[in-house]
């Protein structure tokens, strides 16, 4: 069913899902590299964490960096990983 979208409004909605599709991708990845960091017997808080697209390519993208990674190097999510 479609809704009313005024004409030109097309480009505002599908951004705007664009980017809460973006938002929840990020916290699975987050929840993902959490689960992961308790499996092993780490604090996701204070681990040195990074989830990597393929770290066995070089410039792969950093999906998601833990709290301490950020600090400690500067890292952020979308970063690259060398």
């Known amino acids: 069913m479609r809704t009313n979208v005024p004409a030109g409004g097309e480009t505002k909605w599908t ?3 664009i980017q809460e ?4 991708a990020s916290i699975c ?3 993902y590299a959490s689960v992961e960091a308790v ?3 780490l604090d996701p808080m204070k681990a040195l964490l990074a989830v ?7 410039g792969s993208i ?3 960096a833990s709290p301490a ?6 890292i952020s999510n979308v ?3 060398f």
């Not at 599709?21 to 929840?24: F, H, S």
């Not at 990597?52 to 070089?58: A, L, W």
């Not at 990674?69 to 500067?74: A, P, Q």
Request: proline fraction near 3%.
């Open 39 to 41: 499996k092993l017997g």
């Open 21 to 24: 599709m973006m938002y929840y």
């Open 69 to 74: 990674l950020k600090e400690k190097y500067g």
């Open 15 to 17: 951004t705007l899902l």
């Open 52 to 58: 990597v697209g393929d770290p066995n390519r070089s």
């Open 29 to 31: 990845v987050l929840f």
């Open 62 to 64: 950093v999906l998601a």
């Open 79 to 81: 970063s690259r990983f």
